[in-house]
């Protein structure tokens, strides 16, 4: 009873729900590992009085919370205070006001902002927390819009080295915001990567999610490019001659985008770049970013220097190293100053890119413009880890519990964050987070929402059936979530597929965060938060097997879910993104044509026996047409591709949906799927171009150009007349 006590005490659950009216007990085990990766001996008896007695001496009796949150609606609870206690505020912006006695109210009608609250008793003792005031809700998204969803690496111009990048984004903004109406361009996430090689290509397992990674840069759009002279032009001229082969490699050929061959060629071409020096107003304009970014930039190029020399594993340099702060880290650091800066300088190239790809797509009518994506975790070994190891829980990884979509659960190997160390910390590294991901967008999709509820955590060593649920404070991190959105002034876009807690989809409506609903998905399971969406939980896709950003594959609906009614356009909730696909899932061709269950039988994918998954697939597809055919949305009748996929888009429209996403693969036909669930080496996740329904690579100008794409746009504009 002692360990369960004190495991509810730092918000570990000792026990979950795989299925509806079934629960498993937490392994002791895993309950100890859990605690003791919070700072907490359980190990013992013992340990265990220990540590209650320490919790109830420290935690217990403090005067104040870590963090104190308050919003309009939702003053904190100060009930436990001692009568004659006065409160002072120290405002974020150099000011004081004293409070006097508790009025939670009057805390609630503080600026917005992250401010101290002090209290002090009539004995004597004193409490300092950091307390956030923020708004209700985010940001809502401006009317009703369409968009395109891409992986920009997939979206290669006649000027790209090898794979897509900020100058093709900016292109693609501009353009589609002025020639098809779009109102916004969701990316995935442009998130710093462990270096290689090779480099795994996810962009779900980053070494940094606080800065984006410099491969995506043009490199003609530095303005120091013009400056180039002598040999180092000569250089980068061979550079770029190389980069064109790479290039022509890639959209002729056939050869898989080589994010490693990409890289070398650009850090060439950077290294060149760095030695020419800054324009007056260029030096200023780099000096002001270094001291905006501050410690945080610092150490992120600090990592990348000592990366080179000692590898991208961090927990395998020499042991000074390991530490940040410690003075062997300092030393290398003086040593290393040229090497700092030169990665300090491309985060600030990056920076500028992303601001002008912003700009272009505001420029061209854009009503949100970008949308970036936030990946739930960062690889161990990468630089956030190494730069802030105390926010990170060490020996643990997220996942997903066991379920009915996956009966040996989830391990994605990326360390958790740990919920006491953010709010001892006044959330200051979420906030610098979200803070840096919103510099330049006009909304942001969370990848796995629910992570800001609960995570399931798994002991290194062990597999994911034996991890537990640790929770973190949904009120705090949607607070300052909301808090760094309306100061950006950008909406939020949940990616609320999957195992769902109750009550979470309504909380998150309530404060304004959207909802992401796939088309195949939405159905009437018979239950579920009819509150908060349409739908029953079960109608959502379970994470597939392998990682964060990632969907249900078809294959893992339980049996006999096509049974369930499809939901009329009218059922679906109005605060949500809609899609038809995902990158994870099949393209709407493939889907149409059945290529999506002949690739998963030639890899060994399937759930069941071939003949019975092509039997239920067709029968799915069947129902879905005969919808269509029935709400008037298929005039062109069955059989005909482009028709259908038109047809499935005139589906969405329908819907309440304030964001309509449209996959930029299917505007072409395309048949293959940037990622496949379930696959390693056995399929090129992440490495594949734009391409036609021939297979064959499409550049943003054959996009721009297609006549299959300028009908389905067509079919969207005409949606909102």
Known sequence: MGRARLARLHGIATSYAPSPGTSVQTADDTVVAVLAALGVDASTPHAVRTALAAYEDGAGRALLPRTVVARPDRPPDLTGLPEGTVLRVETEGGGTADLGAPDPAALARLPLGVHVLEARTPGGRTARAPLIVAPDRVPAPPGRSHGFLVQLYSLLSRRSWGMGDLGDLADLAAWSGRALGTGFVQLNPLHAAVPGPPTDPSPYRPSSRRFPDPVHLRIEHIPEYTDLAGTARLRADELAARAHALRSEVLERGALIDRD????????????????????????????????????????????????????????????????????TARLRHRLLDRIDFHCRLAWLTDQQLAAAQRAAQDAGMAIGLVHDLAVGVHPSGADTWAQQDAFAAGMSIGAPPDAFNARGQDWGLPPWRPDALAAAGYAPYRELLRGLLRHAGALRIDHVMGLFRLWWVPEGRPPTEGAYVRYDGEAMLSVLALEAQRAGAAVIGEDLGTVEPGVRGVLAARGVLGTSVLWFERDYGGGERDAAPRAEAAEAAEAADGPGAAMAPEAVPDGSAAARILAPGEWRSGCLATVTTHDLPTTAARLTGADVALRERLGLLAGPPERERSRATYELAEWMGELVRRGLLPEGQGDEEAAVKAVHRFLLRTPARMVGIWLPDAVGDRRPQNLPGTWDEYPNWRLPIAGPDGRPHTLEELAASPRLHALMRELSAGYR
């Open 261 to 328: 061959a990409v890289w070398a060629l650009k850090r060439e071409a950077l290294e060149l770049l760095w030695a020419v020096p800054l324009s007056p107003g260029r030096r200023a304009a780099y000096c002001d970013f270094l001291a905006e970014q501050g410690q945080a930039l610092e150490d992120h190029a600090t990592w990348c220097a000592i990366a080179e020399r000692h590898g991208p594993d961090w927990r395998g340099w020499p042991a000074e190293l390991r530490d940040p702060r410690s003075p062997g």
